[in-house]
């Protein structure tokens, strides 16, 4: 062993990226390459009656414009959202409904601007509540294979017969996914292949998708995703811009490069859908949790059903005899939604760990202390023994680092001239996942090695970390292990999303490297020219059935201030502590930590969406209006970890980092938000309007701007 796996190695990639030289998805210069803008529909619900096309083709540089009239056949689609321009339906505003091609992306955008498009326009409906009539419970399943409902004991009686009991309500606004690069594809065909570049978190996938709709078996089409800039989820699986692009360069005979504008992504590359939870939360005087039931009400589309399982971490979490868990979902008029950073645990989490705060609250007792007398010795759903949970470490470790200690428990008991401050603290978990993957590993005479794999780096290092655990797994030094990634041409893989990238593609990695060590040391005499090649494949090991639930654990402490003059909560400290497996670069996770905090911090007080009853549309649609952290928003952010030896998980003992930092950051913020004010919030974001207007109508005071500051104890529902 070199020791390479742990070490807080550079990103590979990063020279190319600052100096320009790395080449992205929109980047690839063909001869003759045209550009594409789509054309989205203005109507939420209804049928295209007509097309008129004159105007746009006689923009100067405009080759064509494709609509459902003239674009190439698709065969059905697994996923009906990419059945772009097969039909006059409208399911939604902002579908695309029209593409016009250009020699320049100036042209293709002013001739898109030129298309007029008749609509027969239908009664729509995009509002969701808890009463919808149209809400059901999924026959099935919910994302991630979840079942909709999960029940144990009796719930209800316990609830009324606990000692102290929380029934609140709690609501998570639509969130948008807004990756630094917009969803982009350059397509090109030549004899009959098809070769896509296209910003994706997984080549693979796209390909698969990619010939059955068009037709072609698999080895005539080659898709790279050689540098990805974030995707969060909105790129985890095909998106219409690389369906339009391969369909508009088939039309044209050219290749085609279409880049989706920013705004035009909320309607067309998912969202987090909203979330209305109930949570019911029981416990005895002492603080032991009798009942747990947490009830999630989201939306989906017309066209395909996507449920945010935000009701699943409370099947987790904590031990309690009696529960139930229940998913609810109204399909509307609205786009689809889909992944999205920590989906279902992000949402959830912020609702559970939120009531359990309030608990808290009514039993006067310390939160840190209530989530550690409520520590499982199993998983509380399944009766599966945890391959290792320190969640209790990292409170532990979590409240030494913040001071905890040192913390006035009453609600709006400090105080710096206008601000109130206070502290919160939440935890976090997300599950481990892995799916099987092959990898290929060379020796060269120069006494260098070659990994090949098709891994995608969406800007976390995975070829980084990748490197590393084959030189641990050589014996190699770190620089003399190279990876190529990204290519659908490379031994396969599954996508870089729910945290299981570096656990799936190292396991297959680990196992081909150690094979190409045994073999070396099995050879003797020079290598041939061509060096020694080894494949291995994880099937059959890496989605095996595991006796141990699984999942990574974490602890997040906040520190804020609310200015009671303009509403404005800062945020002056963010501690995260997590039990995430063994580490494998102490940097590149370490960014990922904070970059999960940060998004947290976002969901908390500065991003939200809305969707117009009026027009059925996303009103925030850009980053001018969808307001994400900027650095002037983040105080002093850590990130820190236990140390955690399991080995059950895979040959590097690794849990995914990359969503776990999300997870509990906004409730431990909204939690911090109570204790400075006494106010306690249920509504995300928590922006300067909303709790300017819950601290004027705080109870006990006459305007909390110059008041005393308030020493009660119980929550003032806000709703």
């Known amino acids: 062993m070199t020791g390479s796996v742990g070490a807080p190695a550079e990103r590979r990639e990063g ?3 600052v100096s320009g030289t790395a080449r992205y998805a929109a980047e690839y210069h063909f001869p003759g390459r045209a550009q594409a803008w789509p054309v989205p529909a203005t109507v939420a619900r209804g049928r295209v009656t007509g097309v008129d096309t004159a105007a746009a083709l006689a923009v100067p540089g405009v080759l064509d414009v494709l609509t459902h009239e003239n674009a190439p056949r698709l065969a059905e689609p697994d996923d009906p959202t990419l059945a772009v321009l097969q039909n006059p339906r409208v399911p939604h505003r902002g579908w695309f409904v029209a593409l016009v091609v250009a020699e320049t992306l100036e042209a293709a955008r002013a001739g898109a601007a030129a298309v007029r498009v008749a609509y027969d326009a239908e009664e729509h409906d995009v509002v969701l509540t808890t009463s919808h009539p149209g809400v059901y419970v999924p026959e099935e399943e919910v994302n991630g294979g979840h079942p909709a409902v999960r029940e144990q004991g009796d719930p209800d009686g316990a609830f009324g017969s606990s000692a102290a009991r929380v029934d609140v309500a709690y609501r998570v606004p639509p969130l948008h996914n807004h990756p630094m690069e917009p969803h982009a594809t350059t397509a090109h065909w030549d004899d009959g292949r098809l070769t896509v570049h296209t910003s994706s978190q997984g080549a693979g996938v796209v390909g698969a998708v990619l010939a059955g709709l068009f037709g072609l078996p698999k080895e005539r089409i080659v898709v790279t995703s050689e540098h990805v800039g974030g995707g969060f989820g909105s790129k985890g699986t095909p998106r219409p811009d690389v369906v339009l692009a391969a369909m508009a360069a088939r039309q044209t005979g050219r290749a085609v490069t279409v880049a989706l504008p920013r705004r035009y992504l909320p309607a067309v590359v998912g969202h987090r859908a909203p979330t209305l939870h109930r949570l019911r939360l029981g416990a005895d005087a002492d603080g032991r949790l009798a009942c747990v039931v ?68 009514e039993l006067g007792m310390d939160p840190v202390e209530l989530r550690v007398r409520n520590e499982p010795d199993v998983e509380p759903d399944s009766g599966k023994p945890f391959s290792s949970r320190h969640l209790v470490e990292c409170l532990r470790e ?95 893989a599954p996508l870089a999303g729910g945290s299981a990238g570096t656990a799936s593609w190292g396991w297959a990695v680990h196992e081909a490297c150690a094979l190409l060590a045994r073999r070396l040391a099995e050879h003797s005499g020079p290598l041939p020219e061509q060096g020694l090649d080894v494949r291995a494949d994880t099937r059959g090991a890496a989605d095996a059935e595991s006796a141990w639930a699984r999942h990574a654990f974490g602890a997040h402490f906040a520190e804020v201030a609310v200015d009671t003059v303009t509403g404005e909560v800062r945020v002056g400290r963010l501690l995260g502590v997590y039990a995430a497996g063994r580490i494998l670069n102490a ?22 969406s809305t969707m117009d009853a009026a027009f059925g549309d996303f009103t925030e649609s850009d980053l001018a209006s969808y307001h994400v952290p900027v650095h002037a928003d983040v105080g002093e952010i850590e990130a820190h970890w236990v140390d955690e030896d399991d080995s059950r998980l895979n040959p ?27 106010v306690r919030f249920r509504e995300l974001p928590l922006t300067p309007d909303r709790v300017l207007a819950g601290l004027l109508d705080r109870r006990g005071t006459n305007d909390v701007r110059t008041g005393p500051a308030v020493s009660g104890s119980g929550p003032v529902r806000q709703q």
């Not at 979490?317 to 989906?343: K, N």
């Not at 601000?419 to 997300?430: C, E, M, R, S």
């Not at 060269?444 to 970390?465: H, K, Q, S, Y």
């Open 587 to 608: 940097r590149t996770a370490r960014s990922q930590f904070v970059g999960g905090m940060t998004m947290g911090l976002g969901m908390a007080l500065t991003e939200g």
């Open 15 to 17: 020279r190319e990226k």
């Open 652 to 678: 590097m003992g690794s849990k995914g980092i990359g969503e776990i930092g999300i997870v509990g950051t906004a409730a431990a913020i909204g939690n911090a938000v109570h204790h400075a004010t006494g």
């Open 398 to 492: 979590g409240a030494r680092r913040f001071g905890w200690a040192g913390r006035d428990p009453r609600p709006g008991s400090r105080r710096e001239g206008p601000l109130l401050l206070g502290t919160g603290v939440a935890a976090a978990t997300y599950p481990v996942m892995m799916w099987p993957a092959a990898a290929t590993a060379r020796a060269l005479p120069d006494g260098t090695f070659l990994v090949r794999i098709n891994a995608t780096d969406i800007g976390t290092g995975a070829r980084t970390v990748l490197a590393q655990i084959g030189a641990d797994a050589l014996g190699a030094p770190l620089e003399r292990v190279r990876t190529e990634v990204g290519s659908s041409e490379l031994p396969s």
């Open 294 to 361: 947490h009830e999630a009400t989201t939306h989906t589309s017309r066209i395909k059903e996507f449920v945010e399982q935000a009701a699943v971490p409370a099947r987790v979490m904590y031990a309690a005899p009696h529960s139930r868990t229940v998913h609810r979902v109204a399909a509307l008029d609205v786009p689809s939604p889909s992944w999205m950073r920590a989906p279902g645990e992000a949402p959830g989490m912020y609702a559970l760990e939120s009531a359990l705060d309030e608990l808290a609250g």
